[in-house]
């Protein structure tokens, strides 16, 4: 059982599109995230929701926008894909009162041309 | 400012070898502390972290790391290293709304 799913694992695109990721936690966590991993490793959190309400929003573009239909899951929406988008997103959750405690997903690269 | 140092992008041993891997923080406040790995083309698994306690943590793998205040250093070691060892490894503190702050990660090849 995948406690943290992703999909699609991969996604291409061109410049201009407007493409979402889906992430789904069947752990019964109440806080889940969206991390961005550039092409050097580097990680960075974008999001981070509790129960369906934003509680993180980092210096993201506006372009990136969040949906949490329901507290198993969040959803990551990119409109007008630009070529710097390009990376691996990742999903992460966490259980209520150890919200340090983060269980990631497998992870979605998007690669813009 | 919260942050997160990791000495080495890259650490090369040999397989029975130790398996040492650096991590230094800033914090104003306690921290707690991580270590992620990352094999490739996989996402982050956690292998150990750092609470409030005893100051050396045991995580999965055989791997360890000792919380050293004076320091504001989380090392992370391995008595013997396995070729399965072979990943990126992040060090990362919690910040602020229990986000967390990763250091740039260090990659680690063991040969035989």
């Known amino acids: 059982d995948t406690a943290v799913s992703q999909t699609p694992k991969y996604l291409v695109t061109q410049m201009g599109n407007d493409k979402s990721i889906k992430c789904e936690q069947n752990?019964?966590?109440?806080?889940m995230y969206w991390y961005k991993q550039d092409s050097k490793k580097f990680l960075k959190i974008m999001f981070s929701?509790?129960?369906?309400?934003?509680?993180i929003n980092e210096t993201v573009p506006n372009r990136f926008s969040p949906k949490s239909p329901d507290k198993a899951h969040l959803n990551l929406h990119i409109n007008s894909l630009e070529l710097g988008d390009s990376a691996v997103y990742f999903c992460?959750?966490?259980?209520?009162?150890?919200?340090?405690?983060?269980?990631f997903g497998p992870g979605t690269r998007l690669t813009v041309t | 400012a919260q942050s997160v140092t990791q000495l080495g992008s890259h650490v090369s041993v040999s397989e029975g070898a130790l398996v040492l891997l650096r991590c230094n923080y800033s914090?104003?406040?306690?921290?707690?502390l991580f270590w992620y790995v990352q094999y490739p083309n996989q996402g982050l698994q956690l292998l150990l972290k750092?609470?409030?306690?005893?100051?050396l943590v045991k995580g999965i793998n055989g791997f360890e790391a000792e919380f050293k205040k004076s320091e504001t250093s989380f090392h992370l070691t391995k008595p013997s290293a396995h070729m399965s060892d072979a990943a990126e490894y992040f060090c990362?503190?919690?910040?602020?709304?229990?986000?967390?702050?990763f250091g740039a990660g260090t990659r680690l090849a063991v040969h035989p």
């Open positions: 750092y609470t409030t306690g005893a100051t």
């Open positions: 752990l019964g966590h109440d806080t």
């Open positions: 992460a959750s966490s259980p209520s009162g150890r919200t340090y405690e983060q269980y």
């Open positions: 914090s104003s406040v306690p921290p707690y």
């Open positions: 929701y509790n129960n369906k309400e934003l509680i």
């Open positions: 990362a503190l919690r910040g602020g709304y229990n986000k967390l702050i």
